[in-house]
């Protein structure tokens, strides 16, 4: 049931392909109460001990999120229109689960744009409390970018504004209401969004039907096969791809694009396909300057990775499974011969140049246990919306020193940049790692992790936040603003 209750755990997630140790938080009343002012304390340790579902495995095809057709396309901008609206989705056989979503569905619609080409989409709220809307990796003006405090009213509308000026990419839209925003994601308020780009068209990379988006995320539900929210994060032991438990996709003997996407609030996927090769060509903010072979990719919650499976190497008849860890997700089932003219070429779309940073900062990312909190910092402070923590010139560079400053063991944080993207330096001390290449906005911080990374600040003025994407722990204010000034 929806309510604003204060969120009642925080999760430590420690990545692998099943439930690890995490850190409780029970409420000293559980009941419905200020969201803002419901307090906390620390619980014991304990093992996550989620139920699975008794779902028999690969006998549901995993869909494809419908893409959403423009309403109206006049003088060069493409218009959408999305409800943000209450459904239902069988996400197990037989039974309805209550969902959020945008447009009816537990996957939202896509919405395919196109570099060069702006976007405007209304979104009405037809739900009864507030939500809005943020477009993930978008570089997008500040109205538009779906700020937690910039809310839609139940009833109301809003036009945000894309301008698509940005390399193409796999990007997605989700819920960022303060304090409610890890509850609404968990819901099903998400879907993607994805740019095209007409330079990659001499690439001749997979598309069409052969270029699938794939959002994974993790859940737990009750006996009445309702999403349990406030319970453990350990517990949402079971893995959707695309709202379906351990679908089966359909694909011919050729090469195959899957654009994926982490969509758990607090998550790490260690995705493979038992010792087979994929080849990342993409990560958060568009193509890598190569292609990049790999037996696993480590996805953390909001990441994105694209990758290239080229199914020609299997005979028809043959079943693939994509796992985390050792627990299945997905099986890709090779039914058909195909002829293939894509191509997956040695050299993809170079980096730009770093430019001269001139300023370098430091944010760190931990808990405050002393009250009654627990209360998210980042910086040593709550996230305050009257509060500007930097303030940033339009068209200069800088080095974030981005830490894990915990004391709670085994709590690690995924951090997020409006706005902008940036490029990995250094991780821990030492050379990034294979997940960290690329132009990235999301980036996953280990239990005492250290990230050093660079981002030029060049599009749009106004107040932006950056935060934790374990959701739960923005939501509890691990977030903070920088205004970007002329």
């Not at 694909?251 to 996927?269: D, G, P, Q, S, T």
């Not at 997905?330 to 993809?348: C, E, G, N, Y």
């Amino acid at each position: 049931m929806l309510n604003r209750r204060r969120l009642l755990v925080l999760g430590a997630t420690l990545g692998g392909a099943t439930a690890l140790p995490f850190t409780r938080l029970i409420p000293v009343d559980a009941e419905d109460r200020d969201p803002i002012h419901n307090p906390h304390r620390i619980g014991q340790r304990a093992t996550g001990t989620g139920v699975r579902p008794a779902v028999t495995a690969f006998t549901e095809q995993m869909p494809v999120p419908p893409v959403l057709q423009p309403v109206q396309s006049a003088s060069g901008v493409d218009l959408y229109k999305i409800a943000i609206q209450a459904s239902t989705a069988e996400l197990l056989p037989g039974l309805k689960t209550p969902v959020l979503t945008y447009g009816g569905s537990l996957v939202g619609p896509t919405i395919r744009a196109r570099t060069g080409r702006p976007v405007k989409v209304t979104y009405v709220n037809q739900l009864t409390e507030q939500a809005n809307v943020h477009l993930h990796g978008g570089h997008v003006p500040a109205a538009s970018d779906g700020h937690p405090m910039d809310v839609i009213q139940p009833g109301q509308s809003r036009v945000y504004d894309y301008p698509n000026r940005q390399q193409g990419a796999t990007l997605w839209y989700h819920d960022h209401s303060h304090h409610t925003e890890a509850e609404h994601v968990y819901r099903g308020l998400h879907g993607f969004y994805l740019i095209d780009d007409p330079a990659e068209s001499r690439l001749a990379l997979p598309q069409g039907k052969y270029d699938v988006p794939i959002m994974l995320r993790d859940a737990q539900f009750d006996a009445e096969g309702g999403l349990v929210f406030f319970d453990d994060p350990a517990n949402r032991t079971t893995i959707l791809a695309n709202g379906k438990i351990q679908p089966y996709f359909p694909v011919a003997a050729r090469k195959y694009r899957f654009r994926l996407l982490n969509a758990a609030n607090e998550h790490v996927f260690r995705l493979n396909l038992g010792g087979k090769e994929m080849v990342q060509i993409a990560s958060d903010s568009g193509l890598l300057p190569a292609p990049v072979p790999l037996t696993e990719l480590v996805l953390s919650s909001a990441e994105r990775a694209e990758i290239v499976i080229d199914f020609a190497r299997y005979p028809v008849g043959t079943k693939l499974v994509l796992s985390n860890g050792s627990d299945p997700v997905l099986r890709f089932d090779v039914v058909r011969p195909a002829i293939d003219l894509s191509r997956l070429p040695a050299t993809l779309r170079p980096l730009p140049a770093l430019p001269a940073a001139t300023i370098e900062r430091d944010v760190a990312m931990s808990f405050d246990l002393a009250g009654t909190g627990p209360v998210g910092l980042v910086n040593g402070k709550p996230y305050d919306p009257n509060r500007i923590d930097f303030q940033i010139k339009r068209g200069t560079t800088e080095i974030w020193n981005i830490t894990n400053a915990d004391t709670i063991p085994g709590v690690q944080h995924t951090f997020h940049l409006h706005m902008t993207n940036f490029r990995v330096l250094e991780r821990d001390g030492g050379k990034p790692l294979p997940q960290d290449a690329g132009l990235k906005d999301t980036v996953h911080v280990s239990e005492n992790g250290k990230m050093r990374v660079q981002a030029t600040f060049a599009d749009h003025l106004g107040t932006y936040v950056y935060h934790c994407h374990f959701l739960e722990h923005s939501s509890l204010g691990m977030m903070a603003q920088m205004e970007i000034v002329p």
